[in-house]
């Protein structure tokens, strides 16, 4: 399993609920429109991207991209 990931978040699908800054306020936050972006673009280790792939689950809007960076695949 890949130990890193990219995080995104799509802001045009966000509808602003809050959630990923409130389920785990370490990986996201809230712009002044309340519109959730990840703290960093890229999260490691098995426990972080469990939690961004949580917060993915729980997205009402499917906003939340998690996408496993394989090793060699970098770019
Ligand atoms: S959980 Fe999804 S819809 Fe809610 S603020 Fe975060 S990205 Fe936007």
Redesign the pocket.
């Known amino acids: 399993m890949a130990e890193r990931a990219r995080l995104a978040?799509?802001q045009r699908?966000?509808?602003?609920?809050?959630?990923?800054?409130t389920?785990a306020p370490a990986l996201?936050r809230?712009t002044g429109d309340?519109?959730?972006e990840p703290r960093s673009a890229l999260v490691t280790g098995a426990a972080e991207i469990e939690s961004a792939e949580d917060?993915a689950g729980?997205?009402?809007?499917?906003?939340?991209l998690v996408t496993p960076v394989l090793d060699g695949a970098e770019g």
């Open positions: 978040v799509d699908a966000c509808v602003a609920s809050g959630l990923c800054a389920l996201f809230l309340g519109v959730g917060v729980c997205c009402p809007s499917g906003a939340v």
